[in-house]
């Protein structure tokens, strides 16, 4: 479930790169750069919730920043493990509900401050808003929490590690106080977005 320049860049790097997307403009655009770059690879239109493989097909299999698009994340998941080869890996990038990002940008500003809680509820907010929000948003986007992605994760795979990446406090600091923000050290920016995430 890779972007075109994702998809491009595993393909450049020696994988056998199967690729699926649910938007025809993503599909072509993949297949065109592909074309263009003297990629192998397959590229198809296909949904997430209904892979059309057989079981047990793939290595690896990766999706970067797609999932939390799906109001069936669940069927999802399931399916991937369903065409994961049993000793198979697979990486997956889902946006964290837990984030300054999340809670300072859709629930603090648009949410309570803006008064759009009144009118647009949770997921609402978050599809407005978490992404493209300047564009109104993705028709869903709903972000997990560590413990939801784990509980969904764990019944198929032996062993699950989940990390926080972004820099969404860089985004925060720059709207509130731009000048601190500028200033302020990397290692105190990381220590207050671990502080404020998790409360140590």
Not at 47 to 61: A, G, Q, R, T, V
Not at 81 to 89: H, I, Q, S
Not at 98 to 107: K, P
Not at 137 to 155: A, D, M, S
Request: aromatic residues 12%.
């Amino acid at each position: 479930f890779p972007s075109h320049d994702m998809a491009s860049l595993w393909a450049q790097n020696g994988s056998d790169v199967t690729a699926i997307d649910l938007n025809e403009t993503s599909v072509r655009l993949t297949k065109k750069r592909f074309k263009l770059k003297k990629l192998k690879g397959s590229i198809k239109k296909m949904s997430s919730h209904n892979l059309k493989f057989k079981k047990e097909h793939f290595d690896y299999i990766f999706s970067w920043g797609v999932l939390h698009h799906s109001p069936k994340l669940d069927l999802s998941i399931e399916e991937i493990f369903r065409v994961l080869k049993k000793n198979g890996k697979f990486g997956l990038m889902l946006y964290n509900r837990n984030s300054i990002l999340f809670w300072y940008f859709v629930i603090f500003l648009e949410g309570f401050l803006h008064h759009e809680k009144k009118y647009l509820s949770s997921l609402e907010l978050a599809s407005r808003y978490t992404d493209g929000g300047r564009e109104n948003g993705n028709p869903y986007t709903w972000p997990v929490t560590k413990k939801e992605i784990e509980r969904l994760l764990l019944p198929y795979a032996k062993q699950v590690s989940v990390r926080t990446l972004g820099t969404d406090l860089d985004s925060v600091l720059k709207f509130v106080c731009p000048y601190f923000g500028s200033i302020m050290p990397i290692l105190f920016k990381k220590t207050l977005a671990r502080l404020i995430v998790t409360g140590k």
